[in-house]
């Protein structure tokens, strides 16, 4: 049996980090996967890079996306699945799923997770995070994200019929948010 968990969050909340406590769940980044397809495409090393290359076109997007989650729903065991509720490009958003994509998932989804932060604390993260190369948002379009990502999570709640949790992720309470978690992905699966 899957029980799958959808982990979204805006860029710098911190739900890779936090699912990184995810005890007894495999996690699983959509972005990992899609930059796998996409390196063995256009010879991309750099997840950051994919963002910026856009989209090869949204129905090849769509396709590769729906092959790795296709993928996913044929496995056992229960899933944490690190992924995002919309992609900001330029200055639209893309929606991370769509409905025949929630469709597909549907009989295993036990829940959504969604890790938040504070804007400014969102921010300090991405400026500190040599790692990653993200966009130096305003808190106005970190806001603006946030209310799209909720927005396209309700939705796809909606879609799923599975429940909404909301995990925050403040600096120094990352134990905490880890544990909600597991709490979260414990009673739900």
Known sequence: MTSLFLVFGTQ???KTTVLKGAKGA???S???EMLNVYSRLT???DRDEVRKLGVLDVKHDAEI???ILMKISR?????ALDTHASLKTGDGYYSGFSFADLDMLKSI???IIYVDAPTKQIIARRKRDKSRRREADSADEIEMHRRMNLSFTTIYAMRLQAPIFIVQNDDGGLVAAQKRVVEIIEKAK
Not at 75 to 79: A, P, Q, R, V, Y
């Open 109 to 111: 989804t036990k829940a």
């Open 12 to 14: 710098g909340a911190g």
């Open 65 to 67: 996306r729906n092959g």
């Open 26 to 28: 495999k996690v699983i």
């Open 30 to 32: 959509i972005g990992t």
């Open 43 to 45: 010879g991309t090393k």
């Open 75 to 79: 496995m056992k065991g229960t899933i």
